[in-house]
């Protein structure tokens, strides 16, 4: 069940769990929590360009203005010079909205890794070992999350049945997240591929000795904030927002985003635009462009 709540310059979606407030924002008042992938960037862009309207908002902490998914998009809208941004806006110390892990998982790529009988978790600890990561027995899968959870470890290593924990230096959660950007740089370097799974595909993946699966620690709600409110960013994945609803196809024309009518003018004329649609309600699970967790509020 959910019903509407319409102002004149905020577009409310009331679902079961969560409030999900459109508009437009600031480009300029927004903070992003992970770094900027020119490859990616340099895509996006040319797609907005090609769609000629903004298909999706971003997610946005009410509180604090920091995106919580949408890095790209901000970047986009930057060099694209557009003064505003279509945005959800949500509760993020809301307890439906939790905060997961990305697993790295590396594949051999080179012909001479894909050799039979080639062992590619010791593969990757040589080379870790080299550049000062230093390797822990963890007796199990169980035992070494819970390592993480602590802290006690920067990651867990899964290969087939093998599990092997990464010492770290510190508890500090960007300098942590920073090494895991280290870990990737030596796997690509000695020849595998770098995906992101969610811990259970990539757990699952892994079991298939195939590859080698690295599972960082998950980074909490206020670390988040924490370290983008004092100018830093984490690596690229370092965080998997789950939130349980999204709207998707807002389909804002550009012409709105670049500043020639005032912010409460641009408002005004969104929620008008969406007032005049429907809003389609699909499950979770939902692929469109990609397979969705939570549920969707599709504006037709």
């Not at 939130?243 to 012409?255: M, T």
């Amino acid at each position: 069940m959910w019903w509407l709540l319409l102002s004149s310059l905020v577009y409310t979606v009331k679902t079961p769990k969560l409030d999900l407030k459109i508009t437009l924002v600031e480009t300029s008042s927004l903070h992003i929590h992970e770094e900027i992938i020119p490859q990616i960037l340099e895509q996006l862009i040319e797609k907005i360009k090609s769609d000629n309207v903004w298909t999706d908002p971003i997610i946005v902490d009410e509180k604090t203005m920091v995106v919580l998914d949408g890095m790209h998009r901000v970047a986009a809208a930057e060099k694209l010079g557009f003064k505003f941004i279509p945005a959800c806006l949500v509760d993020y110390d809301n307890p439906s909205i939790e905060v997961h892990v990305w697993s790295r998982v590396f594949r051999a790529t080179r012909r001479e890794s894909r050799a039979v009988g080639v062992d590619y978790l010791e593969e990757l600890l040589k080379s870790l070992s080299t550049a000062s990561y230093r390797s822990v027995h963890v007796p199990g899968l169980e035992a070494g999350l819970e390592m993480l959870s602590r802290r006690d470890i920067m990651g867990v290593l899964v290969y087939g049945r093998r599990v092997v924990g990464l010492k770290s230096p510190t508890r500090d959660i960007k300098a942590i997240y920073d090494r895991v950007k280290g870990v990737e740089n030596i796997a690509a370097n000695r020849g595998f591929t770098v995906e992101y799974h969610t811990e259970k595909d990539a757990i699952a993946l892994a079991e298939r000795a195939d590859c080698v699966v690295l599972i960082p620690p998950v980074i909490r709600k206020d670390e988040v904030r924490e370290v983008v409110l004092r100018g830093e960013v984490f690596i690229h994945k370092a965080t998997r927002h789950v939130i349980p609803a999204r709207p998707l196809r807002v389909n804002v024309p550009l012409s709105w985003l670049t500043g020639e009518v005032s912010l409460e003018k641009a408002r005004e004329e969104l929620v008008k635009y969406l007032s005049r649609r429907s809003v389609k309600v699909l499950p979770p699970g939902t692929v469109l462009d990609r397979k969705y967790e939570e549920e969707l509020y599709v504006f037709e």
